[in-house]
């Protein structure tokens, strides 16, 4: 188990705040809820387009124990195909306004696209969620700007070409390579190092032999000193695994991955069945909490 001094000695404070926003990592891993108001998403597709489903849910996540709530308007799934800025914003923006009229919980915005990025802040939004990890560097700019946090992600390729026959030398050394690049230079851009977190992005241009090797070493990401997000929510992997086609009959095995993340220091899960992951980060929580003196 991680010591109280370790985690003094990476992280100098458990409050992370910011003008529109507050994060308490003093309990532990905290839960981001996933929105997606998409037609195509891989487990939840359709289910949410219309705006009044859509706040009702992310409500009910809120409800739920979700410290944050992650609102996207593009599928990221293998093989998808981009979706314009203009039509992220008309599906994203409704949603982050009303949400954030009836809610305090912080809201990120799932994009990879400045213009997307800046309307969702305009409209209540409080953290961006870059699965390029500032591929289009004006978003770190942005964050900086307006003072917000950034999750910074690892991806081989596009959505649509990433699960290509993906290949590394040494994945994990890659990934957290790649990653701290990309963290340094948000710092660089002005955004403030405990307002980073790195994602190793599960899923995203690896297979499944690659997932596991960086479940397995996710604590070597936490030892960077970045807060880190983890996003293994109801995939593929873990169907394989399982022998669970249907996405929705993973919540076991994603419970797996996140008692494995927070037991690991993960700063933060992002999961679609937010009330049964915060059990799995409360026990975990506990445990880690116990060996203490």
Same mark, same amino acid.
């Given at each position: 188990?991680?010591?109280?001094?370790?985690?003094?000695?990476?992280?100098?404070?458990?409050?992370?705040?910011?003008?529109?926003?507050?994060?308490?990592?003093?309990?532990?891993?905290?839960?981001?809820?996933?929105?997606?108001?998409?037609?195509?998403?891989?487990?939840?597709?359709?289910?949410?387009?219309?705006?009044?489903? +859509?706040?009702?849910?992310?409500?009910?996540?809120?409800?739920?124990?979700?410290?944050?709530?992650?609102?996207?308007?593009?599928?990221?799934?293998?093989?998808?195909?981009?979706?314009?800025?203009?039509?992220?914003?008309?599906?994203?923006?409704?949603?982050?306004?009303?949400?954030?009229?009836?809610?305090?919980?912080?809201?990120?915005?799932?994009?990879?696209?400045?213009?997307?990025?800046?309307?969702?802040?305009?409209?209540?939004?409080?953290?961006?969620?870059?699965?390029?990890?500032?591929?289009?560097?004006?978003?770190?700019?942005?964050?900086?700007?307006?003072?917000?946090?950034?999750?910074?992600?690892?991806?081989?390729?596009?959505?649509?070409?990433?699960?290509?026959?993906?290949?590394?030398?040494?994945?994990?050394?890659?990934?957290?390579?790649?990653?701290?690049?990309?963290?340094?230079?948000?710092?660089?851009?002005?955004?403030?190092?405990?307002?980073?977190?790195?994602?190793?992005?599960?899923?995203?241009?690896?297979?499944?032999?690659?997932?596991?090797?960086?479940?397995?070493?996710?604590?070597?990401?936490? +030892?960077?000193?970045?807060?880190?997000?983890?996003?293994?929510?109801?995939?593929?992997?873990?169907?394989?695994?399982?022998?669970?086609?249907?996405?929705?009959?993973?919540?076991?095995?994603?419970?797996?991955?996140?008692?494995?993340?927070?037991? +690991?220091?993960?700063?933060?899960?992002?999961?679609?069945?937010?009330?049964?992951?915060?059990?799995?980060?409360?026990?975990?929580?506990?445990?880690?909490?116990?060996?203490?003196?």
């Amino acid at each position: 188990m991680r010591s109280k001094k370790e985690k003094v000695e990476k992280h100098p404070t458990d409050l992370l705040e910011w003008p529109v926003g507050r994060l308490d990592f003093s309990a532990g891993c905290l839960v981001m809820g996933i929105l997606n108001v998409t037609p195509d998403s891989f487990s939840d597709g359709g289910e949410f387009l219309d705006g009044d489903r +859509a706040l009702k849910h992310g409500l009910k996540m809120v409800e739920d124990g979700a410290a944050i709530i992650d609102v996207g308007g593009e599928s990221t799934r293998p093989g998808s195909v981009s979706v314009s800025a203009a039509e992220q914003i008309g599906r994203v923006l409704p949603v982050v306004e009303a949400l954030s009229a009836k809610t305090d919980v912080p809201i990120s915005v799932d994009t990879c696209e400045f213009e997307v990025a800046k309307a969702a802040l305009d409209a209540g939004a409080g953290m961006i969620n870059d699965i390029t990890a500032l591929g289009d560097e004006r978003i770190g700019e942005l964050a900086a700007e307006r003072q917000v946090p950034v999750v910074l992600m690892h991806m081989k390729g596009t959505p649509e070409t990433m699960q290509v026959e993906p290949r590394y030398g040494d994945v994990v050394a890659e990934v957290l390579e790649f990653l701290l690049e990309r963290a340094r230079r948000a710092e660089q851009l002005g955004v403030p190092r405990e307002m980073i977190f790195i994602d190793p992005g599960i899923g995203f241009g690896k297979t499944l032999e690659h997932n596991l090797l960086l479940l397995k070493d996710i604590g070597k990401f936490v +030892a960077s000193g970045f807060r880190v997000l983890v996003g293994a929510s109801r995939k593929s992997f873990i169907g394989s695994i399982t022998g669970r086609q249907d996405p929705r009959e993973r919540v076991y095995g994603t419970a797996s991955t996140v008692a494995l993340c927070a037991a +690991a220091g993960v700063s933060i899960v992002r999961v679609h069945d937010v009330a049964e992951m915060l059990d799995v980060t409360k026990v975990a929580a506990a445990v880690d909490q116990s060996d203490r003196s």
